[in-house]
């Protein structure tokens, strides 16, 4: 009963710091300023102060990087790396060379956090319509 107990004391953490970034007013990443890149890196701020169990917290990731995307028109970004996006390795050049540059500690947990970051976007991308503009800028 400890555990059960243990784990539904951090989903209430994990549920209560969700509803209060995320629905907070004007958060940084529905500005529509960041790019992609700098939407994941505001879903990495956002997840270090996130309590609750490590997993809960990787599952809210998606979520932010999402609504990042959402506040600008990336439709042009999804046509350009198109190919790029499609690889199951999108997103880990990056992910080394924050590691390098000392922006993301080089721990299993941060990388995995970023992978899952930079695989939103991909997904993002994926989910949305291709419309007349990006099929010619595909060649198509």
């Known amino acids: 009963m400890p555990f059960a107990w243990s784990a539904w004391s951090s989903y209430r953490e994990f549920r ?6 995320l629905d907070a007013p004007n958060p940084p990443w529905t500005r529509g300023t960041l790019d992609p890149d700098g939407c994941v890196e505001a879903a990495l701020r956002w997840i270090e102060p996130c309590p609750g169990l490590e997993e809960l917290c990787r599952r809210g990731l998606p979520t ?4 990042c995307l959402e506040a600008a028109d990336r439709a042009p970004f999804c046509a350009q790396e198109r190919e790029a996006l ?9 992910c080394q060379a924050h590691v390098a540059a000392g922006r993301l500690d080089d721990t299993r947990m ?3 956090r970023c992978a899952i970051a930079y695989r939103a976007v991909a997904e993002w991308c994926e989910a949305q319509p291709r419309t007349a503009a990006m099929l010619t800028m595909e060649g198509r």
Request: charged share 25%.
């Open 16 to 21: 209560g710091y969700l509803d209060v970034t």
């Open 110 to 112: 941060h990388r995995q």
């Open 86 to 94: 499609e690889r199951s390795t999108y997103g880990y050049d990056t």
């Open 64 to 67: 932010v990087v999402h609504r």
